[in-house]
T-cell receptor, first 113, second 113 residues
Framework: DQQVKQNSPSLSVQEGRISILNCDYTNSMFDYFLWYKKYPAEGPTFLISISSIKDKNEDGRFTVFLNKSAKHLSLHIVPSQPGDSAVYFCAATPRAAGNKLTFGGGTRVLVKP | KAGVTQTPRYLIKTRGQQVTLSCSPI?????VSWYQQTPGQGLQFLFE???????NKGNFPGRFSGRQFSNSRSEMNVSTLELGDSALYLC????????????FGPGTRLTVT
């Protein structure tokens, strides 16, 4: 049972445009959500997070939106840069579970110059 | 500040053998979590250790075990290796057990033949 799903395995976007990555979850206990970026041969790198008490969080070019009623979150990258080409994972956890993250399957982003 | 280090980076073992992987967290971090990444199952949580105690456990068989030492360094052990244990094993550290923002190491690539 996949509790966190990223339905788009890949995304291609032109440099300077917006990248939108989507993530759906099914577990109502999840109340903290994170996005990680992963380059080949490296571990995931934390990007941005959001608590269920918010519906939006921004950090520079990265914005995460949370729609609790739809159990959906998205990551917007504006403007996209070639260095953003990587695999992006969304993750979720119930706060009570501490550091036990449940990951989605990942979306491979390619930013074309 | 040095990042999370994992040793060895690559390992080849034979079915039925056992293996021990090591993780050194970021200095000052007391929580260490382990994840398994495979093409079929994605990133899956194995267990978390905090102050030498297992705090969380994922849905893996008892062949997977771990421990944490007083200096926060952690080891995970897999006994009676199976072909399906071939994976990238990632270690992540954070200051506390509910910090959510975890810092990942580069991983150990285990191949079971």
């Amino acid at each position: 049972d996949q509790q966190v799903k990223q339905n788009s395995p890949s995304l291609s976007v032109q440099e300077g445009r917006i990248s939108i990555l989507n993530c759906d979850y099914t577990n109502s206990m999840f109340d903290y959500f994170l996005w990680y970026k992963k380059y080949p041969a490296e571990g995931p790198t934390f990007l941005i997070s959001i608590s269920s008490i918010k519906d939006k969080n921004e950090d520079g070019r990265f914005t995460v939106f949370l729609n609790k009623s739809a159990k959906h979150l998205s990551l917007h990258i504006v403007p996209s840069q070639p260095g953003d080409s990587a695999v992006y994972f969304c993750a979720a956890t119930p706060r009570a579970a501490g550091n036990k993250l449940t990951f989605g399957g990942g979306t491979r982003v390619l930013v074309k110059p | 500040k040095a990042g999370v280090t994992q040793t060895p980076r690559y390992l080849i073992k034979t079915r039925g053998q056992q293996v021990t992987l090591s993780c050194s967290p970021i200095s000052g971090h007391r929580s260490v979590s382990w994840y398994q990444q495979t093409p079929g199952q994605g990133l899956q949580f194995l267990f978390e250790y905090f102050s030498e105690t297992q705090r969380n456990k994922g849905n893996f068989p008892g062949r997977f075990s771990g421990r944490q030492f007083s200096n926060s360094r952690s080891e995970m052990n897999v006994s009676t290796l199976e072909l399906g244990d071939s994976a990238l094993y990632l270690c992540a550290s954070s200051y506390g057990t509910s910090d959510y923002e975890q810092y990942f190491g580069p991983g150990t690539r285990l191949t079971v033949t």
